[in-house]
């Protein structure tokens, strides 16, 4: 069964997946700023643990590499990019909009 493959010493082996995530960064109103501030916070602190690939200058798309062992925690590791992502934003008077998709694979969306 996928991600329950025993590599040496009945250890999980450890796999990866890669990702296209589409984040967009916005303020709450007109009134506030900081969606730029946010979305630099959340590329330094979040994405770059996944090997952070941006699509472009002022692109909302990136390419991320996600090292998992089980199906459980690849679902875990996503949850947790989107809430720090939100968590971050939020500090800043701001929301994120996203969604992920799997390159390849078996083309899973979160």
Do not use: H
Request: hydrophobic share 30%; aromatic share 8%.
């Amino acid at each position: 069964m996928d991600g329950e493959v025993p590599g040496e010493q009945g250890q999980l082996e450890v796999k990866t997946v890669q990702v296209e995530l589409y984040l967009r960064v916005e303020n709450n109103n007109s009134f506030v700023r900081g969606k730029g501030r946010s979305r630099e916070e959340i590329e330094a602190r979040v994405l770059s643990r996944y090997g952070m690939r941006k699509g472009g200058k002022d692109s909302w798309t990136y390419t991320l590499t996600i090292p998992y062992t089980t199906d459980e925690e690849l679902e875990g590791i996503i949850a947790e990019i989107f809430q720090e992502a939100e968590c971050i934003a939020d500090l800043r008077n701001g929301f994120t909009e996203g969604d992920m998709r799997e390159i390849g694979g078996q083309e899973r969306s979160w």
